[in-house]
């Protein structure tokens, strides 16, 4: 992992795979900033080399949603960390966030429009995700009857994410916030897939992370809709193809896990990324900018 930076008027606290967080130099006042870097993760590592400006596309697709979360898409605005009006360090702008330090909940909020992933796999097991029954028949890659919310517990750096019940989560962090973030997510999940579709894009499943402000309230938090945190296919190529691999057209890093999945057994340190998907993946990643700041696609 890379050292992280020396920032004025700020201590490093903290790194994680891909952000590295900051607190004020003079003590804690309820606000922290978080750098999106350009290391990639798959399968809960951090990979070598990084994807070259992707802290900074990142962080502009994350704070575009958070607009449009907060009332700019017309729907009932979502609380977010960001704190207005803050300024951020001349060596990380563009690609950092200054926020209001939250109560995290420990769980990632997934949600499911379609099956893939690892939700595919456990299908074709137990014909479930995240103990959830789905219908017979489904194919790889095939729209769900309703999103789903198939919630994973956060594990600690190193260690793997898992997928949880919504049982489990209830007994984590509790019956009432539970449900609320649930409803929260599904709701947010619906809401971003229509802007996406408008601009001919699927938004095949996302994860959404919360935390709790002082007086209570559930807040949209970290990165939301990102690349890195969404898969993202092209809705042409999902209505035509006629495999996994046609249909899922992908606009995120699945670039980077299909070659490690075929490169790596999943023990020991992973291999380097070619150059060539270093390269692919980020021609991705700003592809997938364009597409969702345009204009909406006619029809």
């Given at each position: 992992m890379?050292?992280?930076?020396?920032?004025?008027?700020?201590?490093?606290?903290?790194?994680?795979?891909?952000?590295?967080?900051?607190?004020?130099?003079?003590?804690a006042d309820g606000r922290l900033l978080v750098v999106?870097?350009?290391?990639?993760?798959a399968f809960d590592y951090a990979l070598q080399p990084g994807i070259p400006g992707k802290g900074a596309l990142l962080t502009t697709l994350s704070l575009w949603w958070f607009d449009r979360l907060a009332g700019g898409d017309g729907g009932t605005p979502v609380p977010n960390h960001l704190v207005a009006d803050a300024a951020v360090p001349d060596a990380v702008a563009g690609r950092a966030m200054v926020v209001q330090a939250l109560d995290m909940l420990p769980i990632e909020c997934v949600v499911r429009g379609y099956l893939t992933g690892s939700g595919w796999a456990e299908y074709e097991q137990s014909r479930t995700v995240c103990g959830i029954p789905l219908p017979e028949g489904l194919h790889n890659g095939d729209r769900l009857p309703e999103p789903i919310f198939t919630p994973a517990h956060k594990a600690p750096m190193g260690q793997h994410d898992e997928n949880i019940t919504f049982a489990q989560t209830a007994e984590l962090i509790g019956a009432?916030?539970?449900?609320?973030?649930?409803?929260?997510?599904?709701?947010?999940?619906?809401?971003?897939?229509?802007?996406?579709l408008e601009r001919g894009l699927i938004l095949a499943d996302t994860k959404f992370e919360f935390g709790v402000a002082g007086?209570?309230?559930?807040?949209l938090a970290d990165e939301?809709?990102?690349?890195?945190?969404?898969?993202?296919?092209d809705a042409a190529a999902w209505r035509e193809g006629s495999t996994?691999?046609?249909?899922?057209?992908?606009?995120?890093k699945q670039i980077v896990r299909d070659w490690l999945a075929a490169h790596w057994a999943k023990t020991g340190e992973p291999p380097t990324?070619?150059?060539?998907?270093v390269a692919r993946t980020a021609a991705r990643y700003r592809e997938l900018i364009d597409r969702l700041t345009a204009a909406p696609v006619p029809g």
């Open positions: 890379t050292t992280p930076e020396e920032l004025p008027g700020w201590t490093h606290s903290y790194s994680g795979k891909v952000r590295d967080l900051y607190v004020p130099a003079g003590g999106a870097s350009d290391r990639v993760s009432e916030h539970a449900a609320a973030v649930r409803d929260l997510s599904i709701d947010i999940y619906r809401r971003a897939a229509a802007t996406a007086d209570g309230t559930i807040t939301v809709l990102t690349a890195d945190s969404s898969r993202y296919w996994p691999a046609e249909r899922m057209a992908s606009f995120d990324l070619p150059a060539d998907i």
